[in-house]
Structure formats: structure tokens, C-alpha cells
T-cell receptor
Framework: ETGVTQTPRHLVMGMTNKKSLKCEQHLGHNAMYWYKQSAKKPLELMFVYNFKEQTENNSVPSRFSPECPNSSHLFLHLHTLQPEDSALYLC??????????????FGPGTRLTVL | GQNIDQPTEMTATEGAIVQINCTYQTSGFNGLFWYQQHAGEAPTFLSYNVLDGLEEKGRFSSFLSRSKGYSYLLLKELQMKDSASYLCAVMDSNYQLIWGAGTKLIIKP
């Protein structure tokens, strides 16, 4: 148990559906991250929030929309996804982005399948 | 471009020692991290190196040579529960983590 929870753990959706992924951290951290993990590929950073402000958007398609209402919660809203978006979506948190010793702690991920 | 290289898969025997290598080319360097990820689970933090040398933490040790752009993770007295993927990541000059694809370690009895 790392102090970062994600729901749902598994999600199957059609290309026309709208769904949201939720992440919550109980570590008192100020930075939160969304990553995409595909088989045999490096983790891909999608979005970063530091003190509720979005600091990174790594050329992510607009069909992915993040929301960070406070430092403890992070959402990823999904709409009109493509089958190639099927992957494990990991949320992470850290004390504060911008420090070398800043260690990221991960949630268990949401396994997303797009039909 | 930025690049992290590590072997795709390694096999070792229970009770033995294994060394997982990681080489990197990044824009700047603010530290190197190793994570362990069991299948279907979250990556969990193992170690952080920012200075050259060896950091020991129980059965696990991590080494860094910044001049060579090289690190390794050393696992001693291997146990079956060590079967997992091991991820190497470097924090670049923008304080972003650049990740390797991971090394899947298979432990055989």
C-alpha cells in the first residue's frame, strides 16, 4: 500500500463512451502525475500538476482531459478513445516537482481496454 | 534525444546474485531512480543515486557512474518474490523522469 489509490482498477469502454479515472493520494504531497504504460514500452508521462497547477502536457491528444481540484485528487476524463489507447494508466504523487530528490509514489493503475 | 537502455529480460537462480544494468543519455542529470514492479501492481521505489558510488540497502544495492552514464542494480540472495520488472529512470534538467522500458527478471528455483 503506497498511499495512492486509483479507481476503477479495470475499465472496458467503447470508442464513443465517456468515462473518468480517479486518483487519490493520502501522503500530503503537492505534485500529481498521469502516466501511460504500454507493454514493453517506457512509461510515458502525460500530465503533471504541481500545487494544483498543470505544469506539463506532453503532447497528449485532447481526448484525454485532466482535472486536479485539489492536491489530493486527480482525474483523467476520457472521451472518443481509440483502440491504441488501451494500456495501464498509472497515477503518481510526489512531495513537490522540481527537486532532484523528489520521489514519485505510484498507485496500482487502471487497466483500460478500448473496444 | 533522451534515451535509457536496459536489458529486456534476465533469468537467475534462487539464492544467486544478479546485476541489472542501465545506461542513459539525457539532457542534464538530477538523479537516477530504480523501481520494482510486480505484474499487475504499482511500481515501488527501490533506490535513488545522485553521486557516484554504491548505495546499499539490505539485499539490494545500486551503483552510479555519472561520467559513464551508467548504473546497475545488484540483487543478492535472490528470492522467488524478486521476480518482477525493474525500471530505471533518470531525472533530467527539467526535473522530469525519463524511463527505461524495464527489465523483466525471472527467478528459477
Amino acid at each position: 500500500e503506497t498511499g495512492v489509490t486509483q479507481t476503477p482498477r479495470h475499465l472496458v469502454m467503447g470508442m464513443t463512451n465517456k468515462k473518468s479515472l480517479k486518483c487519490e493520494q493520502h501522503l500530503g504531497h503537492n505534485a500529481m502525475y498521469w502516466y501511460k504504460q504500454s507493454a514493453k514500452k517506457p512509461l510515458e508521462l502525460m500530465f503533471v500538476y504541481n500545487f494544483k497547477e498543470q505544469t506539463e502536457n506532453n503532447s497528449v491528444p485532447s481526448r484525454f482531459s485532466p482535472e486536479c481540484p485539489n492536491s489530493s485528487h486527480l482525474f483523467l476524463h476520457l472521451h472518443t478513445l481509440q483502440p491504441e489507447d488501451s494500456a495501464l494508466y498509472l497515477c503518481a504523487s510526489s512531495q513537490e516537482q522540481g527537486r532532484g530528490t523528489d520521489t514519485q509514489y505510484f498507485g496500482p493503475g487502471t487497466r483500460l481496454t478500448v473496444l | 534525444g533522451q534515451n535509457i537502455d536496459q536489458p529486456t529480460e534476465m533469468t537467475a537462480t534462487e539464492g544467486a546474485i544478479v546485476q541489472i544494468n542501465c545506461t542513459y543519455q539525457t539532457s542534464g542529470f538530477n538523479g537516477l531512480f530504480w523501481y520494482q514492479q510486480h505484474a499487475g501492481e504499482a511500481p515501488t521505489f527501490l533506490s535513488y543515486n545522485v553521486l557516484d558510488g554504491l548505495e546499499e540497502k539490505g539485499r539490494f544495492s545500486s551503483f552510479l557512474s555519472r561520467s559513464k552514464g551508467y548504473s546497475y542494480l545488484l540483487l543478492k540472495e535472490l528470492q522467488m518474490k524478486d521476480s518482477a520488472s525493474y525500471l530505471c529512470a533518470v531525472m533530467d534538467s527539467n526535473y522530469q523522469l525519463i524511463w527505461g522500458a524495464g527489465t523483466k527478471l525471472i527467478i528459477k528455483p
